[in-house]
Structures are given as structure tokens and as C-alpha cells.
């Protein structure tokens, strides 16, 4: 950064400033023992007397975001969810003995080094947690399988189906999601394949007003001696075999 911004008022504007993103999609994809969001290195390297404003604008992703432990903490205060795999599951939906139990920190993830894929025909997965509270009242959008089959996980994704809820400010809300490989096809399927691993995703953000994020961008920029935009090609727009047909994020 110019020394020229180390006494002024600074703008960080772009919708991937204060997003977790370090690698690519598919192979490619890694998982960090830590993250430094651009929005962090950039207020990190200015001098504490620098006034920072942030302004997000407009969505620049394709998929919602993955949560992460950031956005998810346990009944026991860590980050993430508690996982928990099971063998089996009667009529009322009761689960057997807990077959293991660990710490899921990221959810967008591709599991196949657990015991139980190899042990087992039938098994569940358990995630539970709670979403941390927002600083304001915030309309949360999640994205959840769907039975449409997706070009993520070697083919094996369903493609993403949104939902919207109101967060009020300072309120945790509780998460479970429960899966297994015992789901049924995809539209268009013939036939029930289990898996012999599970990819999963759990994603969400709190939904920008977009007009009105550009406005409030563009007034930010205005007041500011120096903006920053932060801008780019992330890993949430590549999958596993795929050909992108532009460079375009949208």
C-alpha cells in the first residue's frame, strides 16, 4: 500500500474483502489452519490513527458462501458444528450408539477417511450447533440440497435451493442438519447409488439490500481520501471437471 494512504481516511469497498477466500474449487480446494480476509491485512497494515470504512455493495459470489467457524459455534463455545456419525436408525427416527463423534469446522467439505464408509453400508451424519449472532436485525439467506443433480463432488452435488429467514440482532440460532447415504436420487436418476463418502455443503449470508449497498459504496468512496476495492475470481465459481465458458464472475 502507498505510504500516501498511511495518513488518510480509507474506503474498503467489494464483496470479497472480508471473504474467506484462499484456493481454488475441486482438487484445488485446501483447508487453511488460518485465514487473513483482505479487509484484515489491509487494516492490519494501516496505523491505528487511519479511519477505515467498509462498505460490502453488491453480491459477488456464484454459490452462497460456505459457513465456516466464523459463523458457527458449538453449545460449547468452539468454532464450528459437532458432528456426529451413526450406524443406524429405527422407524422413529431414534439413532443407535454414536459410531464417532468430531469437530467440523468447515462445511464445505469432502468427507471419505472416516472408519464408518468402510465398515458400513448405512450410516448417518448429525451437525449440530448455532448460528452466531448478527450485530443488527438481518435477513439471513441459506442454501440447502436439493434433488437436482450439480456439477460439484464429481457429479455427486445436488444443485442449491435458497431460503430466507429474519435474524434478529444479538439472537443465536440453533442448526441441525442430518444426512446420510441413503438418499434418494436426484431428478432424473435412475436408480439409488449409495455413496461411499459424503461432500456436503451448508452455506449462508446475511442478504445485502444490493441498490442500496452501491449507493451507500459509492457515498463511502466519495468521503474517503483513498478506496480500496477488492474484487476477484473465487473458488465458490470452479467445480470438480468443469469448463468455465467466461472469466466473468456474473
Known amino acids: 500500500m ?18 474467506a477466500y484462499f484456493a481454488g474449487e475441486g482438487s484445488a480446494s485446501l483447508k487453511a489452519s488460518g485465514v487473513v480476509t483482505s479487509f484484515e491485512g489491509i487494516v ?33 463455545g468452539h468454532a464450528g458444528l459437532d458432528a456426529t456419525f451413526y450406524h443406524k436408525r429405527d422407524a422413529s427416527g431414534n439413532y443407535t450408539a454414536p459410531a464417532e463423534n468430531f469437530l467440523l469446522d468447515n462445511t464445505d467439505t469432502l468427507m471419505n477417511d472416516s472408519d464408518i464408509f468402510f465398515t458400513s453400508d448405512e450410516w448417518y451424519l448429525v ?55 441413503l438418499t434418494g436420487p436426484a431428478d432424473g436418476d435412475e436408480k439409488v447409488v449409495p455413496n461411499s463418502h459424503i461432500g456436503m455443503r451448508l452455506h449462508g449470508y446475511p442478504l445485502p439490500e444490493e441498490e442500496e449497498g452501491i449507493k451507500e459504496a459509492v457515498e463511502l468512496a466519495k468521503s474517503a481520501d483513498a478506496v480500496v476495492v477488492v474484487v476477484g475470481l473465487n473458488g465458490d465459481w470452479e467445480s470438480e471437471g468443469y469448463d468455465r465458458k467466461t472469466m466473468y464472475t456474473g
Open 127 to 181: 451437525l449440530r450447533g448455532k448460528l452466531r449472532p448478527q450485530e443488527r436485525k438481518t435477513t439471513f439467506r441459506f442454501a440447502s440440497p436439493w434433488r437436482r443433480r450439480g456439477d460439484s463432488f464429481f457429479g455427486d452435488e445436488t444443485e442449491e435451493e435458497m431460503g430466507d429467514f429474519e435474524m434478529q440482532a444479538g439472537k443465536a440460532y440453533d442448526i441441525r442438519l442430518e444426512c446420510s447415504d
Open 2 to 19: 502507498p505510504d500516501s494512504y498511511l495518513d488518510q481516511d480509507v474506503a474498503i469497498a467489494g464483496s470479497s474483502a472480508k471473504a
Open 44 to 76: 492490519g497494515a494501516l496505523p491505528e490513527n487511519v479511519k477505515v470504512v467498509f462498505a460490502e455493495d453488491c453480491e459477488g459470489h456464484c454459490r452462497a458462501l460456505a459457513l465456516t467457524g466464523r459463523e458457527l459455534i458449538t453449545d460449547d
